[in-house]
Nanobody, 129 residues
Framework: QLRIVESGGGLVQPGGSLRLSCVVS????????IAWFRRAPGKEREGVAC???????????SYADFVKGRFTISRDNAQNTAVLQMNSLNTEDTAVYSC???????????????????WGQGTQVTVSS
């Protein structure tokens, strides 16, 4: 059983930045994918970004169109941590952001929840002036 803990959410003004961290505890194996999803009030959950780990090396990354050029996902293999750097935030980015882990390589194209069996509790991101 994996334990996933997110941190870094908060309140930020439009145009600002936040850095979310996802720490994963437990056995991951050689191939796994970490993704960030978000859910805004009244909306469906949507995939934000993902990064694969293949044999300890960074594999493919993928981003939703609405965050390309603004968000960057990275991974610290030694600490089983994935970081989502969010820049140029706008009010539409307000949501609960959740980190999820899938065993195997699932990053590429559309980021969908179905491969992810392990989820964190989420962290609130509010973009408001």
């Amino acid at each position: 059983q994996l334990r996933i803990v997110e941190s870094g959410g908060g309140l930020v003004q439009p145009g600002g930045s936040l850095r979310l961290s996802c720490v994963v505890s437990g056995f991951l194996g050689n191939k796994y994918t970490i993704a960030w999803f978000r859910r805004a009030p009244g909306k469906e959950r949507e995939g934000v970004a993902c990064i694969a780990s293949d044999g300890g090396r960074d594999g493919r990354t993928s981003y939703a169109d609405f965050v390309k050029g603004r968000f960057t996902i990275s991974r610290d293999n030694a600490q089983n941590t994935a970081v989502l750097q969010m820049n140029s935030l706008n009010t539409e980015d307000t949501a609960v952001y959740s980190c999820a882990v899938a065993l195997g390589l699932w990053c590429g194209g559309l980021i969908t929840p179905s491969p992810y069996r392990n989820w964190g509790q989420g962290t609130q991101v509010t973009v408001s002036s």
